[in-house]
């Protein structure tokens, strides 16, 4: 006959806390292990953001600022970059849901955004702009924008500062989209970084101009699941090393024709 003993099942339930709080705190800062175990470092990026995530048009390779920063520090790391592409609404919950370990795609560093990740140093630094159809005359900054239509990604930087400027927001998984859609005049205007518009207008002809004064300075890095600050530590050796011996700079002078970095 089997007989209730409190004690016993305090016990009990005392080491099952202990496990699963165990098993809890082992799941934070154990993804450097698992990279270098796997020996691939899983990188989210869009594929469509250039100059910095690309397709090359004769070869289809995947090429870019950031792909090249991020395939020398997985290199640096000791292990292979593995390329994920993933649309820009949905790569930061892909690195929370941990399809990917890190991305390199120009993410800003914010106050909200450390709190769900991790960073690590900046390895560029821009503004953003103000794009419109080179016949617009009523946009001449962001003091203009107040009920206009605004071409954006809805949760980048840039969408969330049009939508505080009080600008209407069309969603777009990428740049291109929404700045054809401005040059077509379906819509009035688009914000995005500098050095990705100066690009844009350079490849593609397209029927725009920049207006208004810069916004916001913002600096890019690479984040990476909440509670990792091995691989932070990890990664901002490789960049500091690169930044050492000039090749960061190299990269950067090859893409832009300076050194953004700093």
């Not at 930087?157 to 209407?168: L, R, S």
Request: glycine share 8%; hydrophobic share 40%.
């Amino acid at each position: 006959m089997f007989t209730f003993k409190p004690g016993i099942w305090i016990a009990m339930g005392l080491a099952v806390f202990i496990l699963l709080s165990g098993c809890s705190v082992n799941k934070e800062g154990v993804l450097l292990s698992k990279i270098k175990e796997r020996g691939t470092l899983r990188i989210g990026t869009e594929g469509t953001y250039k100059p910095f995530s690309f397709h090359d048009e004769k070869t289809d390779q995947l090429t870019g600022f950031d792909v090249e920063v991020a395939r020398e520090v997985a290199k640096r790391m000791g292990v292979k970059a593995e390329f994920v592409e993933i649309p820009w609404d949905g790569m930061l919950s892909s690195l929370q849901t941990n399809k990917i370990d890190m991305v390199a795609n120009q993410v800003g560093i914010k106050p909200e955004r450390k709190e769900k990740f991790d960073f690590s140093n900046p390895y560029t630094v821009s503004y953003g702009l103000i794009v419109v159809h080179k016949d617009n005359q009523e946009i001449k900054g962001v003091e203009q924008v107040k009920g206009k239509r605004a071409g954006q990604t809805p949760t980048s930087n840039y969408g969330k500062m049009a939508k505080e400027a009080g600008a209407t927001i069309v969603a777009y998984e990428d740049m291109m989209g929404a700045m054809k859609d401005v040059a077509a005049k379906r819509i009035d205007f688009s914000m995005n970084d500098r050095l990705a518009i100066a690009e844009m207008l350079k490849e593609t002809h397209l029927p725009l101009k920049t207006v208004g004064e810069p916004m916001e300075k913002s600096e890019s890095a690479f984040p990476v699941p909440k509670g990792n600050p091995d691989l932070v530590k990890e990664i901002n050796k490789a960049l500091e090393s690169m930044k050492k011996d000039g090749t960061l700079g190299k990269i950067s002078e090859k893409w832009f024709g300076e050194d953004i970095s700093k």
